[in-house]
């Protein structure tokens, strides 16, 4: 089975500052990665995803997340935050195509000016 | 280019009454089709998911059913909806064979 936690469930950063949001994974066979980002009362939209391709992984608005299998972590950065980028952020596993895709429980970034 | 519809997109309810939320995916064929709730300040629990017509698993056993009558449509139901079942509800898809899944808009459900 897998898991997924998210160290910090609300995150402030300065505009400008780096971002970093940390995420680390359970998983006994390798796993698929994945960051949503939700904004109020919207859906979730697909950030980035790792596949077994490239460890570090770059996604829309600025954002990368790197893999690490030795720290079983897919933290994502972004190097200068922007206000629009306070918003609800999931880290998510999976390894079967879906059927068991496990979200962790999400941190809010909070942006100040 | 796929995209995927969700109503209605806000409903409040009395305890009691029944529920019927609606999916719809379009410009795809044979989608897996998946139920989320997100519950207020915590993350999402999946509730079923669909790998074909009239193909349901369920998750976690509840007061909620789901039903899918056709390829791309996915629905939620409910006959005496509890308090508990407020929250919000997020649909999603993913092709046949690949991991990502792609969510609707959602829908707040409000149950007083």
């Known amino acids: 089975a897998q898991s997924v936690t998210q160290l910090g469930s609300h995150v402030s950063v300065s505009e400008g500052a780096l971002v970093l949001l940390r995420c680390n994974y359970s998983s006994s066979v390798p796993p698929y990665l994945f960051w949503y980002v939700q904004y109020p009362n919207q859906g979730l939209q697909l950030l980035l995803k790792y596949t077994s391709a490239a460890t570090l992984v770059k996604g829309i608005n600025g954002f990368e997340a790197e893999f690490k299998k030795s720290e079983t972590s897919f933290h994502l950065t972004k190097p200068s935050a922007h206000m629009r980028d306070a918003a609800e952020y999931f880290c998510?596993?999976?390894?079967?195509?879906?059927?068991?895709?496990?979200f962790g429980p999400g941190t809010r970034l909070s942006v100040l000016p | 280019s796929q995209t995927i519809h969700q109503w209605p997109a806000t409903l409040v309810q009395p305890v009691g009454s029944p529920l019927s939320l609606e999916c719809t995916v379009e410009g795809t064929s044979n989608p897996n089709l998946y139920w989320y709730r997100q519950a207020a300040g915590r993350g999402l629990q999946l509730l079923f998911y669909s790998v074909g017509i009239g193909q349901i698993s369920s998750e976690v056993p509840q007061n909620l059913s789901a039903s899918r009558p056709q390829d791309r449509q996915f629905i939620l139901s409910s006959k005496k909806l509890l308090l508990s079942d407020s929250g919000f509800y997020l649909c999603a898809w993913s092709r046949q064979g690949q991991e990502t899944q792609y969510f609707g808009p959602g829908t707040r459900l409000l149950v007083l």
């Open positions: 998510a596993v999976t390894t079967n195509y879906g059927q068991n895709f496990v």
